[in-house]
Each structure stands twice: as C-alpha cells, then as structure tokens.
C-alpha cells in the first residue's frame, strides 16, 4: 500500500471515529502554548481561555497548557508561538501568521497587539483594567484567527475574527467562529491528532 493510500485509510479511520464517537466526546485540541514575548503568563492565559471559549461553539474541546521554550511538544499538538516583536522588523500591523512549513504551529505576537490599544508592553502592570481586559481578548482572537488558518484553511474575511487586519476597534465581545468553518476544523482537529498533513493555506 502507497503512503498516500495508507494516509487516506488512516485519515478514514480517524474521522468514522469521530463521526461514531461525537455522541459521547467533542472532538479535543491538544494545544501546547510557548512564550518567547516576555510579556507576563496571566495575560497570555487569559487568552487561550478567550480561544477556548471562541472555539467551542464548532463542538471542539480544547486542553491547554504552558511550555518552556525549547521543550519537546507533543506529537499530535498544535503550538501557539507567543513571540517577541523587535522594533523595526516587520509591519506592526501583523498581529499573527501561519507560515508554510510549519503545520503543527502558529505564531503571535502580543507586543505588537498591546502597543496598537496604546498600552507599553514594558509596564503591564500599570495597564488600565479595561484596556487589559481588551487586550486579553484580540489576543485570543487573533490565536483562534491563525489557528482557523491552519487548521480550517479558513480564508480572510471583511470583518469579524478573519478579517484580513484585525484593529484595536474591532467589537471583540461579537467575534465568532462562523459555523461554515465548524466540520472543517473539527476534520483539521482529526488529522492533526492522527499525525497528517493539515491543508491549511500559509496565511498571516
């Protein structure tokens, strides 16, 4: 049997599993977060958990945890990449990406998030309460943004959590997953657990 073949047979087994099985389980996202920003563990925490609640209504489960940088991830995970801006690389209006080459990962970038709500990544300490709690909540709308990306091919959109550029005036509280995304990321879900290729699209 050709290893496209056998790949498709073990995609097939994996989904009548998950087609059999929904009666009794949601369909879990194994999701391993890295921090490489520097910014304080709350606030990054608190926006998985915003990406957890974002991602529910698609029927996934999501368990999530913290890993050191340079750690092992485990196999059949996705990674969420909290990395550091450097002044001057790149458009600062590029909140997040799913670059090619890397299926089981996407990259965010929280600085640049907090400096666009007018807020210094150096002193989260001193950020309003309202200004925090916004900032908590485009960061776990970006991740659901990327992880849509990658795991649903979702393309941009006008407006909402795909919109091409997402803005500190965007109404966060109205984000949604749009339902014609749900069985395709639950199937991205089956075959990131099974170990295949995602058909996600490299997109930012």
Avoid: K, N
Wanted: proline share 9%; aromatic share 6%.
């Amino acid at each position: 049997m050709s290893d496209p073949t056998r790949a498709t047979f073990a995609l097939a087994f994996v989904l009548i599993g998950l087609t059999t099985s929904s009666v009794y389980a949601e369909p879990l996202l194994h999701l391993s977060w890295v921090d490489v920003s520097g910014m304080p563990a709350g606030p990054l925490a608190a926006a998985i958990a915003e990406a957890e609640r974002l991602l529910e209504p698609s029927g996934i489960r999501v368990t999530a945890r913290p890993l050191p940088a340079g750690v092992q991830v485990p196999a059949g995970s996705m990674t969420v990449l909290f990395g550091r801006d450097r002044e001057g690389a790149g458009d600062d209006t590029l909140w997040g990406a799913a670059p090619a080459g890397c299926d089981e990962a996407v990259w965010v970038y929280p600085q640049r998030i907090a400096s666009a709500l007018g807020l210094d990544p150096a002193v989260p300490h001193a950020w309003p309460a309202a200004r925090d709690i916004r900032f908590r909540r485009l960061l776990g709308a970006v991740v659901v943004h990327e992880l849509l990306h990658r795991l649903a091919d979702a393309p941009h959109a006008e407006d909402g959590v795909m919109a091409a550029t997402l803005s500190p005036s965007d109404p966060v509280s109205e984000f949604r997953v749009e339902a014609e995304f749900h069985a395709r990321l639950r199937e991205g879900v089956a075959r990131l657990s099974a170990g295949l290729p995602l058909a996600a699209l490299p997109l930012d």
